[in-house]
Nanobody, 123 residues
Framework: QVQLVESGGGLVQAGGSLRLSCAAS????????VGWFRQAPGKERDFVTA????????DYADSVKGRFTISRDNAKNTVYLQMNSLKPEDTAVYYC????????????????WGQGTQVTVSS
């Protein structure tokens, strides 16, 4: 059974940094696309970034380009999301997901999800 577990969320002041982790069991992440999405209260789940397939190319939402970095540690079977220069509008529950669909910017492109981790950025 595939499980994804996010960690690293918390409360941070605007301008600060956090690093989220997505640890997997039951699946070798390097063979799949791993995406990060976020969902604020009352809003849809939005694409943040993805590391794509075995080649590991990356893509980012415009709102986080230059501030967030996705990376993968194959030895630890873990994907990370480094978030710098955080803004209050980054406040949301962050989810990681794994899949093989080419539609990696939308939730239906993934078949396994973590439980989410809360990120709160205070102004």
């Amino acid at each position: 059974q595939v499980q994804l577990v996010e960690s690293g969320g918390g409360l941070v002041q605007a301008g600060g940094s956090l690093r989220l982790s997505c640890a997997a069991s039951g699946r070798t992440l390097s063979g799949y696309t791993v995406g990060w999405f976020r969902q604020a209260p009352g809003k849809e789940r939005d694409f943040v970034t993805a590391i794509i397939g075995s080649l590991g190319s990356t893509d980012y939402a415009d709102s986080v380009k230059g501030r967030f970095t996705i990376s993968r540690d194959n030895a630890k079977n873990t994907v990370y999301l480094q978030m710098n220069s955080l803004k209050p509008e980054d406040t949301a529950v962050y989810y990681c997901a794994s899949g093989k669909s080419p539609f990696y910017t939308i939730p239906v492109g993934y078949n396994y999800w973590g439980q989410g981790t809360q990120v709160t950025v205070s102004s």
